[in-house]
C-alpha cells in the first residue's frame, strides 16, 4: 500500500525483461510489445476490500479492466479487435478494444496471480445465482460500476464468453499448477461446458467479436 521507490523499481526491472524478451523476435516486434504492454496495464485496476470495521482485507483482491475505445465495460470477456468501420456507421473509425482474452497472455507472462484475481471477478458475482443464463457473461457493467447484468440484458456472446473463460481457466492451472479457483467454482466451468456441448456444433443467433454487424 505504501511502497512507491520499491513498485519503482519493480516496474524498471520489468520493463527491461519485456524488452529483453521481446528483442529476441527483432526490434519492431519490440517496439509493439513494449507499448502493448503499457496500454494493457494503462487499462487495469487491482481492487482490495475492506472488512466490516474498515481494515483492509488483503484476501479480497480483484483485478478490473476498462475496455477502450468502445462501451467502456468493465471486465469484458470476449477476443477484442481491430474493427473498420466507417465514422458514420460505428462513430469511430480503426476502433481498438481492449478486453480479458486478449490481454490474458500479457498476465500469464507477468504474474499469473493476476490472471486468477481477475477470473474471480466473473466466477463470484455468476456464482452468485444473479447472472441468470446457463452461459458466461459478456462484462460485469459500466466502468466504474462492475454490478453485473442481474436482468440478463447485456451484449451476449454465449459461445465465445464461455469458451474463453473455460481457456483461460485451464491456461491458469497450468501455468500455475494451482486448481484451488477452478475446483471452487467447478460448477460453473460445467454448467458453460455443457452449454457448449448443446450450441456450439450448430451455433444460432450468435454473436461475436465484431457483435456491431449482429447475430449470425
Same mark, same amino acid.
Given at each position: 500500500m505504501n511502497d512507491f521507490s520499491k513498485a519503482t523499481e519493480l516496474a524498471a526491472a520489468f520493463d527491461a525483461k519485456v524488452k529483453t524478451d521481446a528483442l529476441k523476435h527483432g526490434e519492431n516486434y519490440a517496439y509493439i510489445v513494449e507499448r502493448s504492454m503499457r496500454q494493457t496495464f494503462g487499462a487495469c485496476e487491482l481492487t482490495v476490500g475492506k472488512k466490516a470495521d474498515g481494515s483492509y482485507d488483503k484476501?479480497?483482491?480483484?483485478?478490473?479492466?476498462k #475496455?477502450? =475505445?468502445s462501451g467502456g465495460f468493465v471486465n469484458t470477456v470476449d477476443v477484442g479487435?481491430?474493427?473498420?468501420y466507417?465514422?458514420?456507421n460505428y462513430g469511430n473509425a480503426n476502433t481498438f478494444r481492449l478486453t480479458v482474452f486478449p490481454?490474458?497472455?500479457?498476465l500469464?507472462?507477468?504474474?499469473?496471480?493476476?490472471?486468477?484475481?481477475m477470473l474471480e471477478t466473473f466466477f463470484a458475482y455468476q456464482a452468485t445465482g444473479q447472472w441468470p443464463h446457463p452461459w458466461s457473461l459478456h462484462d460485469l457493467g459500466g466502468y466504474p460500476k462492475a454490478h453485473g447484468h442481474n436482468?440478463?440484458? #447485456?451484449? =451476449?456472446?454465449?459461445l465465445e464468453e464461455s469458451g474463453n473463460m473455460l481457456i483461460m481457466a485451464l491456461s491458469y492451472i497450468r501455468a500455475t499448477g494451482d486448481k484451488s479457483q477452478s475446483e471452487k467454482y467447478y460448477g460453473l466451468l460445467d454448467q458453460w461446458s455443457q452449454y457448449l456441448?448443446?450450441?456450439?456444433?450448430i451455433p444460432s443467433e450468435q454473436r461475436s467479436t465484431d457483435g456491431e454487424f449482429g447475430p449470425s
Amino acid at each position: 500500500m505504501n511502497d512507491f521507490s520499491k513498485a519503482t523499481e519493480l516496474a524498471a526491472a520489468f520493463d527491461a525483461k519485456v524488452k529483453t524478451d521481446a528483442l529476441k523476435h527483432g526490434e519492431n516486434y519490440a517496439y509493439i510489445v513494449e507499448r502493448s504492454m503499457r496500454q494493457t496495464f494503462g487499462a487495469c485496476e487491482l481492487t482490495v476490500g475492506k472488512k466490516a470495521d474498515g481494515s483492509y482485507d488483503k484476501t479480497d483482491v480483484m483485478y478490473f479492466q476498462k #475496455e477502450l =475505445s468502445s462501451g467502456g465495460f468493465v471486465n469484458t470477456v470476449d477476443v477484442g479487435v481491430y474493427c473498420f468501420y466507417s465514422a458514420s456507421n460505428y462513430g469511430n473509425a480503426n476502433t481498438f478494444r481492449l478486453t480479458v482474452f486478449p490481454a490474458w497472455p500479457a498476465l500469464i507472462y507477468t504474474n499469473p496471480e493476476l490472471g486468477k484475481f481477475m477470473l474471480e471477478t466473473f466466477f463470484a458475482y455468476q456464482a452468485t445465482g444473479q447472472w441468470p443464463h446457463p452461459w458466461s457473461l459478456h462484462d460485469l457493467g459500466g466502468y466504474p460500476k462492475a454490478h453485473g447484468h442481474n436482468d440478463g440484458n #447485456e451484449w =451476449s456472446m454465449p459461445l465465445e464468453e464461455s469458451g474463453n473463460m473455460l481457456i483461460m481457466a485451464l491456461s491458469y492451472i497450468r501455468a500455475t499448477g494451482d486448481k484451488s479457483q477452478s475446483e471452487k467454482y467447478y460448477g460453473l466451468l460445467d454448467q458453460w461446458s455443457q452449454y457448449l456441448i448443446g450450441e456450439a456444433l450448430i451455433p444460432s443467433e450468435q454473436r461475436s467479436t465484431d457483435g456491431e454487424f449482429g447475430p449470425s
